[in-house]
């Protein structure tokens, strides 16, 4: 019971510090209040973010490689990679989704690993943000894929609207939205 309660009384003040600045940095914010950061992004304003089950793994990543550059980072206590580049195709072989391709990126995943991805809609550092966040089975981040920009730093249109596309496919949600001018769904 008292855990709960903490837990409780966590969830709740980062709810707030995220109403408060929406552009935290997550993971700060998780560590701070005891939280993984699956729990802390569960907090942003419920317009920011819709949620797919980690079972589709495999096929949001295989949509995003044919969606041209993007940002891929990995973010945990010891350090912020990031890689932009296409994000290339893969396959599932042998227990791992491998990373096939000739660029900077390759790697072999875990798709059972993966319990939740996020797709956030967010600002950030003063600009509007679009990301598809990787959580494993602890609440902790795996990568995320950030959408690319333009020649003026906007979130690339083209992105924008496959990122929505999948969100209210994968969802049922019509879109994302950060309060910045648009209108709410």
């Not at 008292?2 to 560590?31: K, S």
């Not at 333009?150 to 596309?165: I, K, N």
């Amino acid at each position: 019971m008292q855990v709960e309660d903490t837990r409780q009384r966590a969830h709740a003040a980062v709810r707030q510090e995220l109403a408060e600045q929406p552009d935290a940095v997550i993971e700060e914010v998780a560590r701070r209040h005891g939280l993984p950061p699956l729990d802390a992004t569960r907090c942003l304003p419920g317009s920011f973010w819709c949620e797919v089950s980690g079972e589709h793994f495999e096929s949001v990543l295989q949509e995003v490689s044919d969606w041209g550059e993007v940002l891929v980072i990995v973010h945990n206590q010891d350090l912020i990679l990031e890689v932009r580049c296409r994000m290339p195709p893969g396959q599932c072989a042998h227990g791992f989704y491998n990373l096939k391709g000739q660029g900077a990126l390759g790697g072999h995943l875990r798709p059972e690993r993966c319990a939740a991805i996020l797709l956030v809609r967010r600002p950030f550092m003063g600009c509007d943000t679009a990301s598809l966040q990787f959580f494993n089975t602890e609440g902790e981040g795996m990568f995320k894929i950030f959408l690319g920009r333009d020649e003026q730093r906007r979130v690339r249109p083209d992105q924008l609207q496959r990122f929505q596309t999948l969100a209210a496919e994968r969802t049922g949600r019509p879109r994302l939205w950060v309060g910045d001018g648009e209108e709410a769904p």
